[in-house]
């Protein structure tokens, strides 16, 4: 039997995404046989006692606090995993840095860029491995698409067209809760959910040059928030309200670097689509689209083909890292096995030592395209995307 690095892990946060991560922790021994490592969950952070609790009681956490500092000092943890409302993600990524340990942040990794720029240059200075939670990334069809992009299978990429839109605050009565207050979640959609968007642009077509955006906000007021409630509560009409501080869309126009067009969208309070990540690529020799929500499902059209449209590809083992989930052809799998991918190649990139994609540098290519978008929603003009920080 090969003797396997232990990697200890340190979580804050056990929200959503805390418990979406400690599962894929979990799951990567009985998924990943090919992995050099084994991770073990040290200790778990969350401000409400009940969480953590649960944490230790059915995840199997060592140790568990409602003090973010003890999981930075921990000395068995060798990754700090922030999975923590985004208003602490400076902090605590900064804290993380500083104290040596390796840093997986969720996305957005800074609620505004100036914060991303200052975590990265801790991260840098720290000379950490860090990652990013751009999941859609891992999808086995995306990586499909991309090996059919780089390998040129669909000619040269003239346009894309990607899209985030969620109804998670389509709602009037949804609360007021971190996720619409500017000094908590940072900017709105293109904070939260654009990321996602253009890192998918970014690993499948290349860099942005430059763009023309705008945002709004659709629902300015909502209900206030009760204590212990979560971000899916609901008021109702009479409650007390406050305003909602960032934007619920953002939409825009990019030239890429090699001279593609394209065009994003991205919104929060839209009804219909109810978690819509997608995307289309049009090349000279064929295009190809994929969404979230039938994440199972690529269309490929190829040219040369002589059944002339699209051809629907289902997911199934041969492509990336689906047979370590089910094998064989059209089973699905479904989003926390995403997560379960990402984690597992962070903490790959961890026990090698080596530089992980995507990790704050990539943080740092979305927000200097976040930040040209922002310059352009306010000066109503193409605007160039210049990095915030050197790569
Ligand atoms: N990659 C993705 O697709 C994706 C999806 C959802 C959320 N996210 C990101 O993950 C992060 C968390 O989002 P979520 O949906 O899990 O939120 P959530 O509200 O479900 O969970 C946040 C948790 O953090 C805890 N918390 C708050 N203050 C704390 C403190 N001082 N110390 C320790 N814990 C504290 C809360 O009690 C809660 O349990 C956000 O940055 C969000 O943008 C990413």
């Given amino acids: 039997m090969t003797s396997r690095k232990r990697i200890g892990i340190g979580v804050v946060g056990f929200g959503w995404m805390g418990q979406a991560h400690s599962r894929s922790y979990l799951r990567i021994p009985t998924l990943f046989p090919e992995r050099t490592y084994d991770p073990e969950l040290v200790i778990i952070s969350d401000n409400v006692q009940e969480r953590v609790d649960d944490a230790v009681a059915s995840f199997g956490f060592r140790e568990g606090c409602t003090d973010w500092d003890e999981v930075i000092h921990h000395d068995d943890v060798d990754v700090v995993s922030i999975c923590a409302p985004n208003m602490l993600h400076e902090p605590l990524a900064i804290a993380a840095a500083e104290a040596g ?52 299978e669909l000619g040269e990429i003239s346009n894309y067209r990607g899209r985030f839109f969620s109804m998670y605050g389509s709602d009037p009565m949804g609360l007021l809760s971190w996720r619409f207050m500017l000094d908590e979640a940072g900017h709105g959609v293109s904070s939260d959910i654009l990321s996602h968007s253009i890192d998918l642009a970014h690993m499948l077509v290349g860099p942005i040059d430059k763009v023309v955006g705008t945002g709004h906000t659709f629902i300015p007021e909502r209900p206030l928030p009760k204590a212990g409630g979560t971000h899916y509560d609901r008021g109702q009409p009479g409650d007390p309200t406050g305003s909602v501080e960032n934007e619920d869309y953002f939409g825009a126009m990019v030239v890429f670097e090699n ?36 994440m199972n499902q690529l269309d490929l059209f190829l040219v040369d083909s002589p059944a002339r449209g699209y051809t629907r590809v289902y997911g199934g083992e041969r492509y990336p890292y689906h047979g370590n989930f089910v094998p064989g052809d059209a089973n699905a799998i479904g989003y926390e096995d995403l997560k379960t991918i990402e984690d597992f190649e962070f903490l790959s990139s961890v026990a090698a030592g080596r530089r992980h994609v995507p990790g704050f540098a990539e943080a740092i290519d979305y927000v200097s395209v976040q930040q040209a978008l922002l310059t352009s929603w306010k000066s109503e003009r193409w605007e160039s995307v210049t990095r915030l920080a050197p790569r």
Avoid at 264 to 278: N, T
């Fill in 101 to 152: 340990k390796h840093v997986f942040c969720e996305k957005p990794v800074g609620g505004t860029p100036e914060q991303t720029v200052r975590i990265e240059a801790a991260a840098r200075a720290a000379g950490i491995i860090t990652g990013v939670g751009y999941n859609y990334r891992w999808a086995p069809l995306v990586q499909y698409a991309k090996q059919l992009i780089d390998s040129g």
């Fill in 259 to 294: 001279g593609a067009r394209g065009v994003f969208e991205s919104s929060r309070s839209i009804v219909g689509p109810e978690s819509q990540c997608a995307f289309e690529v049009y090349g000279t020799k064929g295009a190809l689209r994929w969404n979230l929500e039938t």
